[in-house]
């Protein structure tokens, strides 16, 4: 009887799910809601609805019937795994469970199950890598309040420190000043300030990082400064990671992803950065979170298939 093996990228904004069969081979796909939290009955049901609807479709286009036993099923779930066994395991039936995070799934993905580290910047910021022994690390990841540097949020505070020292007289002057009250509609710095504290979420305020980046394309060398220690900050996130890993002068792949990386300042820095520390390239990912899931899934089976049949929505 043909094996079957299914990935799951369970993420805070949707849930998207890889089958396929013995040989690598994408034969079903689905995609569902948010199921990063299960705390309350509601979350319950989001998480169950979110999956179900991914299996469903999944099993739809491959043509199989509801109740398809897997050898293997691999998850990554944003928030963590724990409080979400139980239920996966309701819904699915397999001779074999890996329950992961996200971070990790995004790292087979991006280096196709290669060993390598990815470099993950969005609002916050993290590190993650696994070796050919499979021994993992990452460094970063604390939080707004104690960390995620060079993430979307750091990269807005940092601008807005910028231009709050310039409106006060003690900081050089800088194009940021200017744009963050034009895109805000802010009467100073220090109002917009009081804004950030009060009325916005931290994905609205990371939403203002862009400005740094046109800011930097002006020539403002204050802007050019914060995308500079941005990508010094992550870069030492990527070595530290590599440190507990791998050998002096191993070369691996270093993923990069993430909506700050759409700056070509700071991508360009970074690789740079990266380069002249460890001597390895940084590029973009090769395949999706959910790619990723799936070849954890047939690796854990002993199913060493490449992936084939994949689509660029994949």
Known sequence: MTRFYLGIDGGQSSTKAL???????????????????????EGRGKFLSAVGDCLRQAYHEAGLESGVHFASVCLGLSGGSEDKEAYTKELIASDQYKFTHDAEIALLGGTAGEPGIIIIAGTGSIAFGRNSQMRTARAGGWGYIFGDEGGGFDLTRQ??????????????????????????????ANAL??????????????????????????GDQVALEVLKQA????????????????????????????????????MQQLMQNIYASILCPTGNPRFSPAAGALLEALRQDGNASSLSGLRPED
Request: charged fraction near 15%; glycine fraction near 10%; charge should be neutral.
């Open 193 to 218: 300030m009081h804004q950030f504290y009060n009325q916005f979420d931290r994905k609205q305020i990371a939403g203002y990082a862009k400005l740094v980046t046109a800011a930097a394309e002006q």
């Open 19 to 41: 089958l396929a069969d013995e040989t690598g081979k994408v034969i079903g796909r689905g995609q569902g809601g948010p199921c990063n939290h299960v705390a309350s009955a």
């Open 159 to 188: 601008a807005l420190r910028r231009a709050l020292q310039y409106e006060e007289g003690w900081g050089p002057p800088t194009v940021l000043h200017k744009v963050l009250l034009e895109v805000s509609g802010a009467p100073s």
């Open 231 to 266: 990508a010094e900050s992550l870069t030492l996130l990527v070595t530290a990671v590599y440190d507990q890993l791998f050998q002096n002068a191993e070369t691996v792949q270093i993923v990069a992803v993430g909506g700050v990386f759409k700056s070509r300042t700071l």
